[in-house]
């Protein structure tokens, strides 16, 4: 095999390259587009044909050109410069760099990750030093929370939701982009003094109109979806009491 063909996905592409093949890249979505271009920039690939508009004689034209030497020569450097890199290693060493020690350690006793927190006695401990504490009577369990490695900022709405308001909030707006606001789009360039460009501007403002009614509409069937979804996750609190 001389050459490799593909959609151009990560792990795709890093197979290529490191079996040292030269790569045509057919992106179709998504990250694939921008390693396509990454395998030409690095001479690797010819530039990448999109599979919406590839053509036959471009994809010959690929394949000529996966062939030449300086184009091999290239591929066969990056395998050379992979074959040389620990992947596991580096990523291990890098995931180990970032961890948040601070948090993490136990104040007490260090065996143990901390995940519980004394407020008043600006403690972080293990669930094992917790259970001593408590046990020998020196901390009740209500000074005890718990203490998370790290805090996470959400925009998450977490409040229970009609499983229809969503779809009611945007069907109207989707209304009113359609109808109303496609009328008065229309009305306006009705009364305006050039024929033709009141056609035209009512055209464009009546194409805008319609596009967002119905990604508003889009909207309205994902949030049903995500509102019944909540609904379904917290039916098991009215029999679960300790969920």
Known sequence: MSAVCHHGGAGTTAAGLRAGKPSIIVPFF??????????????AGPPPLPGKYITVQELIEAFKSVHEPAMRT???HIREVI????????????FHAHLPLSRMRSDLESTFAACYRVDEF???VSRPVAQVLVAAGALDESQFRSHPTREWTSIY??????PTSGVLKHTQKAFSHIFIDTAGGMRRAANGGNL?????SGV?????NVAEGIGHLSL??????????????RVPSLYDPYR
């Open 204 to 208: 464009g403002g009546a194409s805008k």
């Open 196 to 200: 033709l460009v009141g056609i035209v």
């Open 83 to 94: 074959s040389h890199e620990n992947g596991c290693a580096t990523a291990l060493r890098i």
């Open 157 to 162: 709405d977490h409040r229970v939701h009609v």
């Open 30 to 43: 998504g990250d694939q587009f921008f390693w396509g271009n990454v395998v030409e920039k690095c001479g």
């Open 122 to 124: 600006d403690l972080q």
């Open 220 to 233: 309205g069937v994902l949030s049903l979806y995500g509102e019944v979804t909540d609904v379904l996750d």
């Open 74 to 76: 290239v591929a066969e």
